[in-house]
Every structure is written in C-alpha cells, then in structure tokens.
Nanobody, 121 residues
Framework: VQLQASGGGVVQAGGFLRLGCAASGRTFINMAWFRQASGEEREFVAAVRRSGHTYYKESVKGRFTISRDNAKNTMYLQMNNLESEDTDVYYC??????????????????WGQGTQVTVSS
C-alpha cells in the first residue's frame, strides 16, 4: 500500500497550489491532509470520506477545497488565498476509522511521504 503526495512548492501570499495524493494497493473510507511544522505535532487540515462528505480545519474553510476521485483512487487539496501561516510539510493519509475521529492523526494507518508548501509574504 502506498500514498504518493505531489504538488508542493513555493508561492507568494495570496497565491494558490494544488496538492495531489495517489493511493495504490487498496482504497480507504477516509482520506485526509495533515500538516506539520518542525518540532510540532501533526495538525489536521481537511478530510474527505468515500461518500464525498468533507471536513475542514476552521482556519482553512473557504480557502481550501478537498476532493477525491474514487475511480482513480486519488485525493486533491486545492489551496487558494494562501497565507504565510500555511507554510508546512503537508502529508496525505488514508484510513477506515469512525467519523467522530476523522480529525485524529492516530486514526490513519497509511501516510504519504510529505510535500513542502512554502508561502512567502
């Protein structure tokens, strides 16, 4: 089982990036994006269930859009109006846990390798 993240980069504040996460080997009920700064805990950003229902961290609502293509077993994160505070390493994750725990990193068994997002002010 593998999750391959892509799409990170350097962008100016107010700009946009699109992250992708291609899964292989199995499918997941829940797929999510987390982010992590050096020395800090991994932080929930957004999640999408197989049904298409989505969940967001409050500070990214209205700026980020998570989606998935079940036929391609791929998830995306469209990030608009980026802020310097969004600078982090972004990780994609897959799991089959209960809905009430969808924001918990511990619920996800499979993780991608991480992709750096840097927003310059």
């Amino acid at each position: 089982v593998q999750l391959q993240a892509s799409g990170g980069g350097v962008v100016q504040a107010g700009g946009f990036l699109r992250l992708g996460c291609a899964a292989s080997g199995r499918t997941f009920i829940n797929m999510a994006w987390f982010r992590q700064a050096s020395g800090e805990e991994r932080e929930f950003v957004a999640a999408v269930r197989r049904s298409g229902h989505t969940y967001y961290k409050e500070s990214v609502k209205g700026r980020f859009t998570i989606s998935r293509d079940n036929a391609k077993n791929t998830m995306y994160l469209q990030m608009n109006n980026l802020e310097s505070e969004d600078t982090d390493v972004y990780y994609c994750a897959g799991g089959d846990g209960i809905l009430s725990a969808i924001r918990a990193a511990s619920m996800y068994r499979y993780w991608g390798q991480g992709t750096q997002v840097t927003v310059s002010s």
